[in-house]
């Protein structure tokens, strides 16, 4: 992980006394590969560790990259969400999230990636009421039974499946 090359700098460039009171972590993420949330924890804590404030900046969720049905994309991305701002409201030394965008339809990412919190039409996604739940301490707004394997194939999508790290294809 990049930051754990950023905290050793950070540890190295305190130690001979630079002024340093904070870090931002840059969250752009790939829905289904994004940390899942105690890795993010970890990090905020590590650089917390160093009495340092962190805040989480341009937090978005791209998806554009994922195969399946809309819903599998949405809980990906969300899920994704979640995990970052519900680590930030965990930890302490993480006092602020901010996010890159904030509808589709104004999107600095390229048409089809959908990583903002609203739609097109300014609509709340899942994703949005993710990062609500998050913030007020509540689960996501989505079942564990909803999660697709890997945040990619949904059972069945063009004769896939995935179980875990295995796909299997019904040419039958």
Known sequence: ?????????????????VPIDGVGMEMHLHAGRAPPEQ?????IR???????????????????HLAGAPRGRQIAQARAFYDAVHACV??????????????DRHSPWPP??????????YT??????????????????FCADELVPNGTFE??????????AQLTLDTA
């Open 124 to 141: 709340p996604k899942l994703a949005w009421r993710a990062v609500k739940a998050a913030l007020e301490g509540r689960p996501p707004p």
């Open 90 to 103: 965990a930890e302490p030394a993480c006092g602020r999230v901010s996010f890159w965008g904030f509808t």
């Open 39 to 43: 890795t993010v924890r970890q990090r």
């Open 1 to 17: 992980i990049c930051s754990q090359g950023v905290e050793a700098m950070l540890r190295r460039w305190k130690a001979e006394g």
């Open 46 to 64: 590590a650089f917390g560790d160093l009495g340092l404030q962190v805040e989480i900046t341009e937090l978005d969720v791209r998806t554009a």
């Open 155 to 164: 059972g069945g999508v063009g004769g896939w499946t995935a179980n875990g």
């Open 112 to 121: 089809g990636e959908a990583a903002t919190l609203l739609d097109e039409d």
